[in-house]
């Protein structure tokens, strides 16, 4: 496609609106499956992209938008050239809006690059033929606001998936029905499904998620990924204890948080948390994105802390550098991630267009999937080497760090906690006894 000119310092194209209905139209050309066309640009404070799909349709998102308004269409100007390749920072000229093409090739950059295919092939199969990985007894437990039926995961029969648990899961806000997700409330529906997806999804030609076809267990535990009140707290805490103590679930995938609590707020979580490290099981939390604090349960010592990256391996979200230093064990994708969805119309839930989501849930996801993969690749060597549970989880903390991939730009300079390497992590040494620290902090008594 030819590149769209206009003056570098211009301040308005008042046909900035048919240059990009031009953009919407013209063919992406090729193999267009799975490609996609941003259009971006910076606006004073706000970076906006406009994106066209290979199916034509157009999307349009600000960050950092002055005032809560994005600008208007008017005020968007075309540089003078097309640009391809990897996402690179906007320029701006004498106050123009320097927009350039680009093109993306892979809807699933995110596992290319934690290296998520190689790792799967490390995997046992089923023998039934089917190709599947064989994840014997190993199972994460979700707890987030509940699942929907999906293709992803599977033909539904009567509600039931081929490897969403339902029934082994728990509704903790419509008590007494399956953890399924109304989508009927404010907060953040359909959550669960979107981070589900990225974790196990499996519709062979459409989509894969980074464990495809590994079960979980699903929690209905919150309305809202933000865990604001102590009855969503309470909610979480109770369904970490069911997932150990009921299901025996040996990951547990939490793609929530609250940056800040008192002691006394935390501590009914703090215990739960306490109660799961001591019986090795990995808990698995987001760092969050709200305030440049990392996010409660993700923050706990005894947790693994998993903050978000872009395809341009920098870091997405930046934290007080400190407090990232202390809780951030891995880093993970977290932008534009390809996910399924679920929506509400006319009072039913459905299977809703695929998409992309932001945000450290999917880079917890990631991580949880890893863990279970190095679960199930080391499962009886683990169960022989780590006598004390807890091993268990300081082994996978230690292999996630040095196993891990350099993170690019200034903003991390700890070397030693990179991006996750699923592939390596699978690959590397079980380290000994011996070389594992117990973690003394409890969460219960952890604040800060």
Known sequence: MPALAAPADALTDPSAHERLMALKTAPLGGDVVGRRRDVVGVHGHDLIRFRFTDNHRLTKSCCRMENGIAPDWDRLVFSDRDASGPKGEPKTSSGAVRLGVITMTDKFWNIDMVRGRQARDRLPRRTDGSGQIDWNEIEVALIDTGYTEHPVFGPSQDGESPFVRVDDGLNLIERGRRPFDPLAYEGTPGHGTRVGSVLCGNLPGSFVGVAPGLPIVPYRAINHVVIHSKQARKHVAEAIRHGVDINACEVISMSIG???????????????????????????????????????????????????????????????????????????????????????????????????????????????????????????????????????????????????????????????????????????????????????????????
């Open 258 to 448: 609250l940056p800040q609590m008192s002691l006394f707020g935390q501590r009914h979580l703090g215990e739960a948390v306490d109660h799961a490290y001591e019986r090795g099981i990995v808990l698995v939390g987001a760092g969050g994105q709200v305030v440049d604090r990392v996010t409660y349960p993700g923050k706990f010592s005894r947790t693994i802390g998993v903050g978000g990256i872009r395809d341009d391996r920098m870091v997405w979200f930046e934290y007080e550098e400190s407090m990232a230093q202390r809780s951030i064990d891995v880093w993970a994708p977290a932008d534009d991630v390809f996910r399924a969805n679920s929506v509400l119309t006319d009072g039913s839930v459905s299977a809703g267009d695929y998409g992309t989501g932001d945000g450290t849930s999917y880079a917890t996801v990631h991580v949880a999937a890893a863990a279970a993969m190095w679960l199930r690749q080391h499962q009886d060597r683990i169960d022989d080497l780590y006598r004390e549970p807890w091993q268990r989880v300081e082994a996978f903390r230690h292999l996630l760090a040095i196993t891990s991939q350099p993170v690019e730009g200034d903003y991390w300079p700890d070397r030693s906690n990179g991006i996750l390497d699923i592939d390596a992590l699978l690959g590397a040494g079980l380290p000994a006894p011996d070389d594992l620290a117990y973690q003394d902090r409890k969460a219960q008594d952890e604040i800060f």
